[in-house]
């Protein structure tokens, strides 16, 4: 018999790691509530010309595919083996399979909102937290399953909601108490850049390579748009482009430089005044070289990196303005951000930034002394239990040592012990592990015990 594993990419979670998550979900549940976004859950897996080409090239290539069930069939076996072959080589063939795990949560939300359209009240805000899936290389940070947390609005226009996003952003992360940068660009800017290189047939090879660029480095990109088939004096355009640094006001002065009066850069460059107008007080800095490679995305476009911590973002999204029309319903503007969970854990786990008393819901063990004494204490513990104070008992009558031991084992921070001496005078003894302080309390009193813990 082989040894028990899991599939690669995919990890199980203990109590600790989950209690962990949990705070994070949670902290971002609250954030996202105080803005109005409302909870929504889709489907694990949706129909497969639901997600396909929807994510470019590169993204469909990471669907993962449902097979369908039944092609074991004698009959249908040749046939099934040739079909099998062409998904393989990527094409679909609705035989072999017409579902797939959703690869994000954007896509499955901009059906939804096209499927109830009629019953909705726009602008409509929802936020969705639920697993997705990737058949990507698994490597620090990046999973093929992995948990999104996102926040959409749709039904407006209005750039104060990429306002309230960017608030949202920097309302989490001082919850969680990372130091973050909040990046942005326009996938207006994009176009004008692929519009004044000459070319704007070919903005989505170019942002495909730019977007490569922390990756492989400008040399590679340079090549990548050669092989794409751009021109040398194109590409010197584009390299200029990726060059711009100084303050966000020196990066739009020499932006403006670049584009001339293109309109297109001058529309991305006024929602990005926009947006720093109402942002001074936040650490939003314009990044030139973000590019976001889905295609959907049609203006303002975030990403989130963490600071002193060597990680890939940990959080993106942009404006999406005409995504519903991929499902027959067209001029539903929307715009959305989502969490990287699974990366943000990873610089909380770096940084040592979970408080301490999330590591266990139970506050008090009651030691089991014998029938009558663990009698008296699972009555007291029920009624702790009641006023919402987490406590167990030791189930055996086990040596001092061994329920000790189990406290700490477990994270325990008290222990309480009532043995025949304790039953008869009416007490019993609360001791804090980590200080080594300890109290007497009565069976009628709680309240010292409901103090300490």
């Given at each position: 018999?082989?040894?028990?594993s899991?599939?690669q990419g995919?990890?199980?979670?203990n109590?600790?790691?989950?209690?962990?998550?949990?705070f994070i979900?949670?902290?971002?549940?609250t954030v996202?509530e105080?803005?109005?976004y409302e909870?929504l859950?889709?489907p694990?897996?949706?129909?497969?010309d639901t997600?396909m080409?929807?994510?470019?090239?590169?993204?469909?290539?990471?669907?993962f595919?449902?097979?369908?069930?039944?092609?074991?069939?004698?009959s249908k076996?040749?046939k099934?083996?040739?079909?099998?072959e062409?998904?393989?080589?990527?094409k679909?063939?609705?035989t072999i399979?017409?579902?797939?795990?959703?690869?994000d949560?954007?896509?499955?939300?901009a059906?939804y909102?096209?499927?109830?359209?009629g019953?909705l009240?726009?602008p409509?805000?929802?936020?969705?937290i639920?697993?997705?899936?990737?058949a990507?290389r698994p490597?620090r940070g990046?999973y093929r399953?992995f948990y999104?947390?996102?926040a959409?609005?749709?039904g407006?226009k209005?750039l104060i909601?990429?306002?309230e996003?960017?608030?949202?952003?920097a309302?989490?992360?001082?919850?969680l108490?990372?130091d973050?940068?909040?990046?942005?660009?326009?996938?207006?800017i994009?176009?004008?850049?692929?519009?004044?290189?000459?070319d704007s047939e070919?903005m989505?090879h170019i942002t495909?390579a730019?977007?490569?660029?922390?990756k492989?480095?400008?040399s590679?990109?340079k090549?990548?748009?050669?092989?794409?088939?751009?021109?040398?004096?194109q590409?010197s355009?584009?390299?200029n482009?990726?060059l711009?640094?100084g303050?966000?006001?020196?990066?739009?002065?020499q932006?403006?430089?670049?584009?001339g009066d293109n309109?297109t850069?001058k529309?991305?460059?006024s929602?990005i005044d926009?947006?720093?107008d109402?942002q001074?007080?936040?650490?939003v800095?314009?990044?030139?070289t973000l590019?976001?490679?889905?295609?959907?995305y049609?203006?303002i476009?975030f990403e989130?990196?963490?600071?002193?911590v060597?990680?890939?973002s940990i959080g993106g999204?942009?404006?999406y303005?005409?995504?519903?029309?991929?499902f027959?319903?067209?001029n539903?503007p929307?715009?959305?951000?989502?969490?990287?969970?699974?990366?943000?854990?990873d610089v909380?786990?770096?940084l040592k930034l979970?408080p301490?008393n999330?590591q266990?819901?139970?506050?008090?063990?009651?030691?089991?002394?014998?029938e009558?004494?663990s009698?008296?204490?699972f009555?007291?513990?029920?009624?702790l239990?009641?006023m919402?104070i987490?406590g167990?008992?030791?189930l055996e009558n086990?040596?001092f040592?061994?329920?000790?031991?189990y406290?700490?084992?477990k994270?325990i921070?008290n222990?309480?012990i009532l043995?025949?001496?304790?039953?008869?005078?009416?007490?019993f003894?609360l001791k804090?592990?980590?200080?080594g302080q300890q109290?007497?309390?009565d069976?009628d009193?709680?309240?010292p015990l409901?103090e300490?813990l």
């Amino acid at each position: 018999m082989s040894k028990p594993s899991i599939p690669q990419g995919t990890r199980d979670f203990n109590a600790e790691i989950i209690r962990k998550r949990n705070f994070i979900f949670n902290s971002i549940k609250t954030v996202f509530e105080l803005y109005g976004y409302e909870p929504l859950e889709t489907p694990t897996m949706e129909n497969l010309d639901t997600l396909m080409g929807k994510y470019g090239d590169e993204g469909d290539k990471l669907i993962f595919k449902i097979l369908n069930n039944g092609l074991d069939h004698d009959s249908k076996k040749e046939k099934a083996k040739q079909d099998f072959e062409k998904v393989l080589a990527g094409k679909n063939v609705t035989t072999i399979t017409e579902r797939a795990l959703r690869y994000d949560l954007t896509i499955p939300f901009a059906r939804y909102v096209a499927m109830n359209h009629g019953k909705l009240t726009f602008p409509f805000k929802r936020y969705q937290i639920q697993p997705v899936w990737r058949a990507d290389r698994p490597q620090r940070g990046r999973y093929r399953e992995f948990y999104q947390c996102d926040a959409d609005v749709v039904g407006s226009k209005s750039l104060i909601n990429e306002v309230e996003l960017i608030n949202i952003y920097a309302s989490v992360f001082r919850k969680l108490n990372i130091d973050v940068e909040i990046k942005i660009n326009s996938r207006k800017i994009l176009q004008a850049l692929a519009e004044v290189v000459g070319d704007s047939e070919k903005m989505i090879h170019i942002t495909t390579a730019i977007d490569k660029l922390d990756k492989i480095g400008l040399s590679k990109v340079k090549e990548e748009l050669e092989e794409r088939g751009l021109l040398k004096p194109q590409i010197s355009i584009i390299e200029n482009y990726l060059l711009i640094e100084g303050s966000n006001a020196e990066k739009l002065k020499q932006l403006n430089a670049l584009f001339g009066d293109n309109k297109t850069g001058k529309e991305g460059i006024s929602d990005i005044d926009y947006i720093l107008d109402y942002q001074s007080h936040a650490n939003v800095k314009i990044d030139f070289t973000l590019a976001r490679g889905l295609n959907y995305y049609t203006g303002i476009i975030f990403e989130i990196k963490a600071s002193y911590v060597q990680m890939g973002s940990i959080g993106g999204g942009g404006r999406y303005d005409d995504l519903t029309s991929l499902f027959g319903v067209p001029n539903i503007p929307g715009v959305g951000i989502s969490f990287g969970v699974d990366r943000i854990y990873d610089v909380m786990e770096e940084l040592k930034l979970f408080p301490d008393n999330i590591q266990t819901a139970t506050k008090v063990l009651f030691f089991n002394l014998g029938e009558q004494e663990s009698s008296k204490a699972f009555y007291i513990l029920q009624q702790l239990r009641d006023m919402g104070i987490g406590g167990e008992l030791f189930l055996e009558n086990a040596k001092f040592d061994k329920q000790f031991k189990y406290a700490e084992k477990k994270g325990i921070p008290n222990v309480a012990i009532l043995g025949s001496k304790e039953l008869a005078e009416g007490k019993f003894l609360l001791k804090n592990l980590k200080s080594g302080q300890q109290i007497t309390v009565d069976f009628d009193d709680l309240q010292p015990l409901i103090e300490k813990l």
